[in-house]
């Protein structure tokens, strides 16, 4: 998209380090005792040296307020390759104070988290390649690979939880999809085709709060039940999949047995998608215009719109007036989505018994609007196989 002329960062850029500044202004000034990140900074695992830069500024921002901040590795984060860094390495590297990258599961007490009462389990991505190539798998088995790593992730969560102080709350984080978790498109996780925690291990009663990252619709999945269990999604408005979805942060007061959660609303850019049937010419942009909001609702905002019509009446749609009635958005993207009659009409009270087979044919490519030249080209060909199946003694 189009790039902000003082920073040179492209706008969209500008609206997601926007979130993140809300959410590090209100961690400052609220002095909360420990920020989680729950995984996935970046788009790619390869992101560029600008976006890296940004990252760590509200990275160093955090460090030098004194805020233990927890920065899980994603599955975005981590390196395609093993022996190679992730994304979040340097933080571990420079040995950045008071944060914390957590690339492997991981069991953190207070000497750890300098001296927050606070037991914190930490599940980053599992590679299935990597665990694959640990255990001798093949690339055949995924099913395998899945059920042995959910095995042992529950195993070791389970150990855990059993050599706890017992006085001390518990805080779960984990970068994966939970079974009844919700993709924004209200797809249900399902097990077998990913990594899935079992429900049963992120809801036991015995964690306190279970912070999540993956999934970008933010939901909790033991709603009105201890722990919560939350997914905050996405900071901002990805893609139009979530164009209908409200972007939140979390506050979490989290007590031994008893912990409430703070929605925090972040204020995104807006998504509008509009979409429309045309079916007669009759009015064929009337109909168009008014599936857009007013251009005063669209300032500023990412704005799709889909118009399905008969392929024939594609020289009545006027794109340039569209743009113009959405001129104030912030970008505006025209789907086209012409319709091609595929019903075969005979004339008259013929029957289709009638008609020879290639008469049949050169009736299919006229209504599917096959340009003369190529239907020549298939009505030679298809004569040519049925003269070769009928020298070989074809019916």
Same mark, same amino acid.
């Given at each position: ?21 809300? *959410?590090?202004?209100?961690? *400052? ?6 920020? *989680? ?23 160093? @921002?955090? #460090?030098?307020?004194? *805020? ?11 390196? /395609? ?8 390495? !340097?933080?571990?590297? &420079? ?5 914390? =990258? ?24 599992? %590679?299935? #390649?990597? $665990?694959?190539?640990? &255990? ?5 088995? /995924? ?13 070791? =969560? ?13 805080? $779960? ?26 429900? #049963? ?19 909790? $999945?033991?709603?009105?039940?201890? /722990? ?13 999949? !979530? ?17 409430? +959660? ?31 909001? @007013?251009? !005063? ?5 990412? =704005? ?35 319709? =091609? ?12 018994? %009638?008609?020879? /087979? ?11 609007? +096959?340009?003369?030249? !190529? %239907? ?20």
């Amino acid at each position: 998209g189009r790039h902000d002329p003082e920073t040179g960062l492209p706008l969209r850029v500008l609206d997601f380090l926007k979130a993140l500044d809300t *959410i590090v202004d209100a961690a *400052i000034a609220e002095r909360v005792d420990l920020v *989680i990140f729950a995984g996935d900074a970046y788009r790619d695992r390869t992101p560029a040296p600008t976006f890296q830069r940004e990252w760590g500024r509200r990275v160093m @921002r955090l #460090s030098q307020a004194g *805020i233990p901040l927890a920065l899980l590795v994603g599955n975005h984060d981590l390196s /395609p390759a093993a022996g190679r860094a992730h994304a979040l390495q !340097e933080f571990d590297t &420079l040995q950045v104070p008071h944060v914390t =990258v957590l690339g492997r599961p991981a069991l953190l007490g207070p000497d750890d988290l300098g001296g927050l009462p606070l037991q914190l389990i930490a599940l980053p991505w599992v %590679s299935r #390649s990597g $665990l694959m190539a640990a &255990l001798d798998f093949s690339g055949a088995e /995924p099913a395998r690979v899945y059920e042995e790593i959910e095995m042992r992730l529950n195993g070791l =969560v389970q150990g855990w939880l059993g050599q706890l102080d017992p006085n001390l709350p518990v805080v $779960l984080t984990a970068h994966a999809s939970v079974q009844g978790a919700v993709y924004g498109a209200e797809r249900s996780v399902m097990l077998g085709t990913d990594l899935v925690l079992p429900g #049963s291990l992120v809801r036991d009663p015995r964690l306190d709060y279970v912070a999540l990252g993956h999934i970008h619709k933010s939901q909790n $999945l033991n709603e009105g039940q201890h /722990p919560p269990v939350i997914y905050p999604g996405s900071i901002e408005r990805v893609d139009f999949g !979530e164009a209908e979805q409200d972007k939140f942060y979390v506050i979490a007061h989290v007590q031994r047995g008893k912990t409430s +959660v703070e929605w925090r609303k972040l204020e995104g850019r807006k998504f509008i998608e509009r979409s429309a049937r045309i079916n007669s010419g009759d009015e064929f942009m009337a109909k168009a215009l008014a599936a857009l909001p @007013r251009p !005063e609702h669209m300032a500023d905002a990412m =704005v799709r719109l889909k118009l399905e019509y008969p392929r024939e009446l594609e020289p009545m749609l006027d794109e340039q007036a569209l743009r113009d009635h959405a001129a104030a958005a912030f970008e505006f993207r025209l789907v086209r989505q012409p319709k =091609v009659e595929a019903r075969l009409r005979l004339v008259g009270d013929q029957a289709i018994s %009638s008609l020879t /087979p290639l008469d049949l044919l050169d009736r299919y490519l006229d209504t599917a609007r +096959v340009m003369p030249g !190529e %239907s020549s080209q298939l009505h030679d060909l298809a004569a040519q196989l049925m003269r070769d199946d009928a020298g070989e003694g074809g019916a």
